[in-house]
């Protein structure tokens, strides 16, 4: 059975940090690019930041650049994204999922993705 549990979310002023984390189960992690994405109320699901199975090599948000940080630990089954001087546009509701690396990976549209968390909720306060 696989599980996804997103935690460390929480309420934060401008210019706090959060680290989110994801822990994993029930799939072969080592397989799978994974990837953290956001929604606020009234806006599409976005991409924020995706990494490879190996952690060589990641991607970000052009708004999350040199802000959020993600990383994996392999042999824990866990990502995470560490996020500095928050905004209050990075109000959201923070999911992680995967794509195996034979299928796109990173490279994956949000709706490809898949193990969805039931994501952790972010409030940037000003």
């Known amino acids: 059975q696989v599980q996804v549990v997103e935690s460390g979310g929480g309420e934060v002023q401008s210019g706090g940090s959060l680290r989110l984390s994801c822990v994993t189960s029930g799939f072969t992690f080592d397989d799978y690019a994974m990837g953290w994405f956001r929604q606020a109320p009234g806006k599409e699901r976005e991409k924020v930041s995706c990494i490879t199975w190996s952690g060589i090599i990641t991607e970000y948000l052009d708004s999350a650049k040199g802000r959020f940080t993600i990383s994996r630990e392999n042999d824990k089954n866990v990502v995470y994204l560490q996020m500095d001087m928050l905004k209050p546009e990075d109000t959201a509701t923070y999911y992680c999922?995967?794509?195996?690396?034979?299928?796109?990976?990173?490279?994956?549209?949000?709706?490809?993705?898949?193990?969805w968390g039931q994501g952790v909720l972010v409030t940037v306060s000003a």
């Open positions: 999922a995967g794509r195996p690396y034979y299928d796109g990976g990173c490279a994956a549209s949000v709706d490809d993705f898949e193990y």
